[in-house]
């Protein structure tokens, strides 16, 4: 009789008249949309390089191929251990899935530390949002995909903390303090870096003795609290309940995937035409 059975679903999810899923399918249409974004974005900086303005920056003397391209097989590899904690999920491995999660997430951190660093240096060499169109473009560029790593991070860590959800519905409760705790925090963290990264941006003079002051004032407050909600994810990692995650939660983790597999290929492009290409 099993010879006769119809496929199985693997995912746990209805599918469509395609035979895809109706998440990987819904997810694929937002990354065809996001795609022609990104083509826009690029294709307006490739015009203006072609077209530089009088006077405009030398990319090659504010450029530092090592750092970016550090930062290129770091987030490769995030993209490694994505791949990995989707294959340990759809294999109902929990520990591991949480594992090559966690991977990630510290991988796509390094990586936003990285662009971060980048951008505090080309704003301390003179290069703005408003200094000249290079600048306009390579920010918005680079800044949205930027923008793209720091919420496939934020999903990342729901993700995690989702896969520690009780079967017993009388302590999920712990699951839901603990996500709110990490989304607050996660946003506080992100709003006073874009609003530092902002400030510095628009200030043609660089960096100055009140940028400074309010740079450490906002960088210790980020510190003290990414360091509580790392606490609190650890403590989370310890729990021995037995939890509503499983194979099922499969589909899940790989629209998850996709999403970050997405982001890391559209940087693959920025790298070769905003960096690579400059040198040759």
Not at 82 to 100: D, N
């Amino acid at each position: 009789m099993s010879a006769h059975a119809g496929p199985i679903d693997h995912h746990h999810d209805h599918t469509t008249s395609t035979g895809i899923p109706n998440k990987k399918l819904f997810m694929w249409a937002f990354l065809a949309s996001d795609c022609m974004f990104f083509g826009a974005l690029i294709s307006t900086h490739v015009i203006y390089r072609l077209h530089p303005t009088p006077d405009g920056t030398d990319p090659l003397k504010i450029f530092s191929l090592e750092l970016t391209s550090f930062s290129t097989f770091i987030l490769l590899m995030s993209s490694l251990l994505m791949a990995l904690a989707v294959g340990a999920c759809q294999k109902g491995k929990v520990e591991a899935t949480r594992k090559m999660i966690l991977g990630t997430i510290f991988f796509g951190l390094v990586f936003l530390g990285c662009q971060v660093y980048e951008f505090a240096h080309f704003m301390h060499l003179g290069l703005t949002l408003s200094s000249d169109m290079f600048g306009s473009t390579f920010y918005t560029l680079t800044g949205t995909h930027g923008v793209h790593v720091a919420i496939g991070i934020l999903w990342l860590v729901f993700m995690y903390i989702r896969t520690f959800k009780p079967a017993d519905a009388s302590k999920a409760w712990i699951v839901r303090a603990v996500a709110q705790f990490s989304a607050f925090t996660i946003a506080t963290v992100t709003i006073m870096i874009i609003m530092l990264a902002v400030t510095h941006a628009g200030n043609e003079q660089g960096y100055n003795i009140a940028a400074i002051g309010a740079g450490l004032q906002h960088s210790l407050i980020a510190c003290i609290a990414f360091v509580a909600s790392c606490a609190v994810l650890v403590v989370l990692a310890r729990s021995t309940w037995a939890v509503d995650f499983g194979e099922a939660n499969a589909i899940d983790v790989e629209g998850m995937g996709l999403y970050w597999h997405f982001v890391d290929i559209v940087w693959i492009v920025i790298f070769t035409v905003v960096y690579l290409l400059e040198y040759l």
